[in-house]
């Protein structure tokens, strides 16, 4: 089973926008991604203004970094960290 995990990103972010659509075959999948936006929290956004997109597990809280593509992305979801 997929973790489940959040993008963070914002509107108007052109490689959020990217992100997420490259998500979208993962997630017809069976992946659960909830979309955050940074903006709304100003400790999330003075944390990861300068990071978005990024890709979180909900279940460890390993964060992934932009640029990423959709083999580093199975592989973190696939990577235990206990």
Known sequence: ?????QLYGTLGCHLCEVAESMLMPLVEHGLLVELLDITDDPATCERLALRIPVLR?????AELDWPFDTAQVVAFLHTSTI
């Open 1 to 5: 089973m997929l973790p489940e995990c």
């Open 57 to 61: 597990r909900a279940d460890t809280g």
